[in-house]
């Protein structure tokens, strides 16, 4: 037996963001198949790259998981939202980022007071990755804002 007696609320916790994840993978591949179709090539491998990083996130979390002789999720928690203008997009990512963030923060404190100090310290890990995309979503978003139609022309290619 790897990981001993299974404890199920660390478990669902992992799972539960890996479901996040898996949701965040369909939403950002969706979006840069989207943004390649209109030409903004720049923005699409954003979403390209932020997706392979959640594709990362997913795997290690099913790691985990499987160590604690748990099953890893299949299931995204949502369906991916199609046919957004960019601002929307955006507001999207965002919010994906932001509940992400908030509910890895909250799994940090059980799995520490749990004494599973190996998935608080994977939770970490995610969240300074989380942090980074939802920051660099906010800035897109930001310029996008400020600068309209010309700073669009700067994603295109
Ligand atoms: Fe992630
Ligand atoms: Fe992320």
Same mark, same amino acid.
């Given at each position: 037996?790897?990981?001993g007696?299974?404890?199920? @609320?660390?478990?669902?916790?992992?799972?539960?963001?890996? #479901?996040?994840?898996?949701?965040?993978?369909? /939403?950002?591949? =969706? /979006?840069?198949?989207?943004?390649?179709?209109?030409?903004?090539?720049?923005?699409?491998? @954003?979403? @390209?790259?932020?997706?392979?990083?959640?594709?990362?996130? #997913?795997?290690?979390?099913?790691e985990?998981?499987?160590?604690?002789?748990?099953?890893?999720?299949?299931?995204?928690?949502?369906? *991916?939202?199609?046919? /957004?203008?960019?601002?929307?997009?955006?507001?999207? !990512?965002?919010?994906?980022?932001?509940? *992400?963030? @908030?509910?890895?923060?909250? =799994? =940090?404190?059980?799995?520490?007071?749990?004494?599973? /100090?190996?998935?608080?310290?994977l939770?970490?890990?995610?969240?300074?990755?989380?942090?980074?995309?939802?920051?660099?979503?906010?800035?897109?978003?930001?310029?996008? !804002?400020?600068?309209?139609?010309?700073?669009?022309? +700067?994603? +295109?290619?």
């Amino acid at each position: 037996m790897k990981g001993g007696n299974m404890n199920k @609320k660390v478990v669902d916790l992992l799972n539960q963001a890996r #479901a996040k994840e898996l949701g965040a993978i369909t /939403q950002y591949m =969706a /979006q840069h198949y989207e943004l390649e179709d209109k030409d903004f090539g720049k923005l699409a491998s @954003k979403l @390209k790259e932020t997706a392979i990083a959640e594709m990362k996130h #997913a795997e290690k979390l099913a790691e985990r998981i499987l160590f604690l002789n748990g099953e890893p999720t299949s299931k995204p928690d949502a369906v *991916a939202k199609k046919g /957004q203008e960019i601002t929307e997009m955006l507001k999207t !990512d965002i919010a994906l980022e932001s509940e *992400a963030i @908030k509910m890895y923060n909250e =799994a =940090a404190v059980v799995c520490a007071a749990e004494k599973d /100090q190996i998935s608080k310290d994977l939770f970490e890990e995610l969240l300074k990755d989380e942090e980074g995309h939802v920051d660099m979503f906010d800035n897109i978003k930001d310029h996008v !804002d400020k600068l309209g139609a010309s700073y669009l022309a +700067t994603l +295109t290619g």
